[in-house]
């Protein structure tokens, strides 16, 4: 039998879904170490194997088949935009995808003008205000500390996950509208689902099942 | 220009030579006697075409997708996404319907401006077959067992050919009583098969308990012969049940072909190119991320060239083909 592979996002991520594997049985030893250095874990049992990716690179992994499965935030999913099967909802994860500024900028989002938007999504954002908000905007790509942005004039608002906001009221931003929301989701490779429909089903089934006994 | 661009080819174009390309040509000789084996015979058509044979009321490619160009009169010109709109434009012009049916293949290069396209390559050779003029499930069965030789002669061992038919959810969306943007939308979390999604959308929409129900079943509708019952069992409306019936009907055809276990049913394959009418098929494989092979009925395509007449066609996507058999150790 062929080996089933799996890539998890590193993080918080991964220590739900490892805890999650362990429920439906698929864990293998030394996987929650978090010392060690090894790369890639294997069940000989179940001929299944994962191993622990950068999130933006899950929905590449699987979209040209390295892994059959992946587990990964829905902001990647649809930041990546890859062809890929989303079949699951894993539930856990939660947060928002928004668009955050000083209050002041609430105006400036509605008055018609063009402005500048800092976010690490810049597709998300895009495809936002292009297609759903059909206002011409700057988008500014960044890779971190998004929220410094508007505080030093970079932009007028940025477009960011909240999960608790503390981080915003810390430096006086605020939610000003809401993009989507945001949880952890399984994705699928095209062509596994045909080729190995029924282990893929199975385990899709199980990880359902593990989820409503919570 | 620089002369240390000059000697690169543009993005997602490439030069083939040696064995590789040696390679390439037995595999595409391989395919060419499965054609001519069931009595298909060689239309070449131009690489450049008007841009309305792609154009949107045809239902192929999006625009944005064309390499485009005029000529000396301002016309705009495509060079070939795809080459089935291009046969139908062909048999329009050069066959009648004493000549049907008939049974065409071609083999070339195909352009799509994309990043996102086969293995992101912009040109790409594609080899297929059209049988024009025959309506009847017997020919579905035709083109995919003819597809399933194609990918046996090639040399895999392992594939699946996943069987639609696109009228289950284009009649079940008539009677949902979405408008075209919320039906998009189902049809997009049904082919991604967000198993849950569907359900947690409708929410909100007034759509019939059945159609929902169907709706929500939709992205799980996969597998094997035993799907076609459970898709009869979801089947809300005429429209539907005929999509499922004729499922049946061509796996009657199949059944005894030694075929089967290459074919299983999948009623979330939706297909982009709109001009599909009915039962529609993808080709998969291990060793490439993307389908080898896609086909399907166009019954009404020929009619926007002003010839009324049904259609079914298959094309194989060569460079993936190639991929898959390398990946997979049978090629070398």
Redesign the interface.
């Known amino acids: 039998m062929r080996y089933l592979t799996i890539a998890l996002t590193k993080g918080r991520l991964a220590d739900k879904t490892l805890e999650l594997f362990r429920k439906v049985g698929i864990a293998s030893a030394g996987a929650d170490d978090k010392e060690t250095r090894k790369l890639i874990f294997t069940n000989e049992e179940m001929k299944v194997r994962f191993f622990l990716a950068k999130g933006t690179d899950v929905p590449t992994y699987v979209a040209y088949g390295a892994a059959d499965i992946g587990i990964v935030g829905r902001d990647t999913i649809l930041e990546e935009g890859r062809k890929i099967y989303e079949v699951l909802d894993l539930g856990y994860g939660k947060c928002r995808m928004c668009i955050c500024g000083p209050l002041s900028a609430k105006e400036i989002l509605n008055s018609g003008a063009e402005f500048r938007v800092a976010t690490k999504y810049p597709n998300i954002a895009k495809d936002y205000f292009h297609n759903r908000k059909h206002q011409t905007v700057e988008i500014i790509k960044m890779n971190g500390s998004i929220e410094l942005a508007p505080i030093v004039g970079l932009s007028e608002v940025i477009c960011d996950i909240v999960e608790t906001g503390t981080t915003l009221k810390e430096n006086g931003l605020h939610v000003l509208e809401e993009v989507c929301d945001l949880s952890a989701r399984v994705v699928v490779n095209q062509v596994s689902m045909k080729m190995e429909n029924e282990r893929i089903t199975e385990l899709i089934r199980k990880l359902m099942e593990a989820l409503n006994e919570d | 220009m620089n002369n240390n661009l000059l000697i690169h080819t543009p993005e997602g174009f490439r030069d083939t030579y040696g064995t590789d390309l040696q390679s390439k040509r037995i595999l595409m000789d391989k395919l060419r006697d499965v054609f001519t084996g069931y009595s298909y015979r060689e239309i070449q058509t131009p690489v450049v075409e008007f841009f309305d044979v792609f154009g949107s009321d045809v239902g192929t490619t999006p625009s944005n997708e064309l390499f485009k160009f005029f000529d000396r009169n301002g016309y705009t010109l495509v060079l070939r996404p795809d080459f089935t709109p291009s046969v139908a434009r062909a048999v329009a012009m050069h066959f009648t319907k004493d000549d049907f049916p008939l049974k065409l293949f071609y083999e070339g290069s195909t352009f799509v401006n994309s990043q996102?396209y086969q293995l992101n390559l912009k040109e790409s050779t594609q080899m297929g077959v059209e049988l024009i003029g025959d309506g009847s499930a017997s020919a579905d069965a035709e083109v995919l067992l003819l597809t399933c030789d194609l990918l046996k002669k090639a040399g895999l061992t392992?594939f699946?050919v996943?069987v639609g038919e696109n009228d289950y959810f284009k009649a079940l969306a008539e009677d949902s009583g979405l408008d075209e943007e919320r039906i998009e939308e189902v049809r997009r979390m049904i082919s991604?098969?967000?198993?849950?999604?569907v359900d947690n959308m409708l929410d909100s929409d007034e759509t019939p308990a059945d159609i929902r129900e169907a709706f929500v079943h939709l992205?799980?509708l996969?597998?094997g012969k035993e799907v076609l019952d459970r898709a009869e069992q979801y089947a809300a409306n005429e429209g539907a049940q005929k999509a499922v019936s004729r499922l049946r009907e061509i796996e009657k055809e199949i059944s005894g072909s030694g075929n089967e276990k290459y074919i299983?049913f999948?009623f979330s394959l939706l297909s982009k190119y709109h001009y599909y009418t009915g039962v529609i098929f993808s080709a998969?494989?291990?060793?490439?991320?993307?389908?080898v092979a896609k086909g399907g009925r166009y019954d009404r395509l020929l009619g926007h060239f002003g010839t009324d007449a049904p259609a079914v066609g298959v094309g194989v996507y060569i460079d993936q083909l190639r991929n898959a058999l390398i990946r997979q150790g049978i090629l070398h």
């Open positions: 996102e392992e699946q996943s991604n098969k967000n198993f849950f999604g992205p799980q996969f597998g299983s999948d998969f494989t291990y060793g490439t991320g993307e389908p």
